[in-house]
């Protein structure tokens, strides 16, 4: 269906006339009928959050599991490791600081996005993409750098989170290795139990979007949740007094901040699930999504720390599960209950790869989408189960990488981000947005130097004991 106008008044189209061109040198002007998104995008009033189309919008509750999951991750269990390094109390006041800053940062990420849709009048972003539209409405001697920003961003991302699925399913198989040891009393190798894996695994990276993969995640809070009450339990158990512990520790603390924030970081789900709500407005504020997940995760994350080196003092093992008794049912419990969180969240880290490589290939792919695309899910998985294979000691590796990842991702670009969106409009009074940018990002530094360090000895600890076994 077509519209005619000519200048002054509308009327039916006739035959002939649909085939007139609409040049400007002739009277008619011809538009095809646009849609309800396009007719809106036109209009000078946008609102992105009403346009926003989603098949399977994600509710508040929902998106809050989700986030939840993603930042209970087993990167908890080092926590009193890492209180280990910074002593009780200095611990909760450097927990607390470490959320506020990695939350910020979040925060500061989806609020740079929610501009930019009314900038670029688009309705949703990814990360990358709200960097790149950052450069480029931003100053002009900085919009050659917008295609950089991206590729860089999905880039880090991908290797990231890909490496992530990886040393996930190395978790899940060394977790059930070390219960069916106990029972059995023979030797199972690993990379068997991992190839054993690579079916469940498929079938989770085929639930076919967040609102679906909710249950899942909400799954694994429970799995999760039994496992570190279990803990708890064994926390509890004959505490000495605090006296016997050490309160405050200055020159280790770096190393208790490196371990920290990369526990807590979830930066590379923050859009996904923001795309993905119903009411995106409610992910910010003060009693958004975001600030209820996150003071959630940062109370738990002090708590496990607190009462772990508090019960095991210098003791205390990298992942607080190693000082828990295998003979002890309770005990291979949470090893179990822990690997079976641990495969639930496989599907959520695997969709911010999945989301990366589709976007790069779906205009290829308009004959039949819905085949390519679990194609893609299946030959993703195989991919991160063979490296899982290949290489089962990655961890110390995936380490390196997301430390060098997370802090650039996770602290760096989110307020460079910043910066760039509110360099015409200005940094607020005293220019408080760049001073406090500035000591983002030399924390973010910080936490690239330092876990870096960290994890190259987790690598020469690796390696040199496989060499003194040789």
Known sequence: MVNIIDGSAKHAPQEMEQFLPGDGTNKYKIQPRKSDAEQALANSVFDPFTMRENEHPTTDNETLTHLLKASLGTGI???????????LVMGIFATILTAFICTHCSYVLVKCGHKLY?????????????????????PKSLRGFAPVAKFSILFGLFLTYFGTCSVYTVIVAKNFEQVLVHW????????????????????????????????????ANVFMGLGLGITFYYLVQDLPPIEERSLVTLS???????????????????????????????????????????????L???????????????????????????EEWPAQAVKVLIALAVYCTFGLQFFVCLEIVWDGIK????????????????VLVTAAVVLA????????????????????????????IELVVHWDSGFGPGN???????????????????????????????????TEAQ
């Not at 269990?77 to 002593?87: E, N």
């Open 77 to 87: 269990l080092g926590m009193p490791y890492a209180f280990m390094y910074s002593g």
């Open 118 to 138: 009314y900038k670029t009048r688009r309705t949703k972003m990814t990360f990358a993409e709200i960097a790149e539209a950052a450069f480029q409405k931003g």
């Open 184 to 219: 059995t009393g023979r030797d199972i190798e690993p990379r068997v139990i991992i190839c054993i894996m690579l079916v469940p695994l498929i079938l989770i990276a085929w639930v076919p979007n967040l609102k679906y993969l909710a249950p899942v995640s909400m799954v």
């Open 252 to 298: 280790t603390l770096p190393a208790f901040f490196s371990i920290t924030i990369f526990a807590m970081e979830a930066i590379g789900v923050v859009m996904p699930l923001e795309n993905n709500m119903k009411t995106p407005k409610n992910f910010l504020g003060i009693c958004g999504v975001l600030s209820q997940g996150m003071s959630g995760v940062t």
């Open 300 to 326: 738990i994350y002090m708590l496990l720390g607190f009462l772990g080196y508090l019960r095991y003092g210098s003791a205390t093992g990298e992942s607080i599960t190693l000082n828990l008794p295998i």
């Open 363 to 378: 205009e290829r792919c308009t004959k039949r989408p819905i085949f390519v695309n679990y194609v893609l899910r299946t």
């Open 389 to 416: 294979v290949s290489v089962p000691t990655i961890a110390p590796f995936m380490g390196l990488i997301g430390a060098f990842c997370f802090s650039i991702l996770g602290l760096i670009f989110p307020v460079i």
């Open 432 to 466: 408080w947005i760049l001073w406090k940018n500035i000591v983002i990002m030399l924390c973010g530094v910080a936490a690239l130097i330092f876990g870096s360090l960290s994890a190259i000895q987790d690598i020469m600890k690796v390696y040199s004991g496989s």
